[in-house]
């Protein structure tokens, strides 16, 4: 396991605030304190496609299991219908976004 992936899950990070950005940018504080950001410019592809709409990207949320999250159909409910939801994982966020 990769030293810096290791030494993370000694001590994970939970989401307190997510927030939309322009150019597909999302701003994440972590319980620590943290402020990072997080591009998702490149990834606008497959079941991330529906995000190039820039009200749907800024529908993002936090879900609960603490990642963040869209529905695709916001007339649908995820917790009936989990394919409705699409989120990216809290971890990855943390070790792969930027500090701001």
Same mark, same amino acid.
């Not at 943290?34 to 749907?56: A, Q, R």
């Given at each position: ?37 997080? &591009?998702? #410019? ?9 995000? @190039? =709409?820039?009200?749907?990207?800024? %529908? *993002? ?15 649908? &409910?995820? #917790? ?9 994982? @809290? =971890?990855?966020?943390?070790?792969? %976004? *930027?500090?701001?």
């Amino acid at each position: 396991m990769d030293e810096k992936v290791r030494k993370y899950f000694l001590s994970p990070r939970r989401i307190v605030k997510i927030s939309p950005g322009e150019n597909y940018v999302l701003y994440i504080t972590f319980d620590n304190g943290e402020m990072k950001k997080y &591009d998702m #410019s490149d990834e606008l592809t497959g079941v991330f496609s529906v995000l @190039k =709409d820039v009200e749907k990207f800024n %529908s *993002v949320f936090i879900n609960e299991v603490g990642n963040v999250a869209w529905n695709i159909d916001d007339g649908v &409910d995820s #917790s009936i219908h989990w394919e409705n939801q699409i989120d990216l994982c @809290k =971890d990855m966020l943390y070790l792969e %976004s *930027v500090p701001v």
